[in-house]
């Protein structure tokens, strides 16, 4: 297992910016992919950005390009996901999540490692 933890939540106003911090606690992250997902209340777990870690290629939901940014700090062994211009339906729980083997995935389901997610949650 890989013990992911997130933060950086919080309640922001419309076009704001938030940084949200994925820390793998007690292993590292190389040769892992590392991604973040959402979940808003009565929706599936959506895909929000992806990064290899051997190679630090990217990969972003067509509605988050441009606007967020994924991230790594090597010595902290650390992931971030840069979030601007923030709209009301960004409003989610935002997840981490990792992956040994075989690449970036969109599929929520090819990721055996997440954290306990972070709200946020964005006013009009």
């Known amino acids: 297992q890989v013990p992911l933890v997130e933060s950086g939540g919080g309640l922001v106003q419309a076009g704001d910016s938030l940084r949200l911090s994925c820390a793998a606690s007690?292993?590292?992250?190389?040769?892992?992919?590392v991604a973040w997902f959402r979940q808003a209340p009565g929706k599936e777990r959506e895909f929000v950005a992806a990064?290899?870690?051997?190679?630090?290629?990217?990969a972003y939901a067509d509605s988050m390009k441009g606007r967020f940014t994924i991230s790594r700090d090597n010595a902290k062994n650390t992931v971030y996901l840069q979030m601007n211009s923030l709209k009301p339906e960004d409003t989610a729980v935002y997840y981490c999540?990792?992956?040994?083997?075989?690449?970036?995935?969109?599929?929520?389901?090819?990721?055996?490692?997440w954290g306990q997610g972070t709200q946020v949650t964005v006013s009009s």
């Open positions: 007690g292993r590292i992250f190389r040769d892992y992919s």
């Open positions: 999540a990792a992956r040994g083997f075989g690449g970036i995935s969109v599929a929520p389901n090819l990721y055996a490692h």
């Open positions: 990064m290899s870690w051997s190679d630090s290629r990217t």
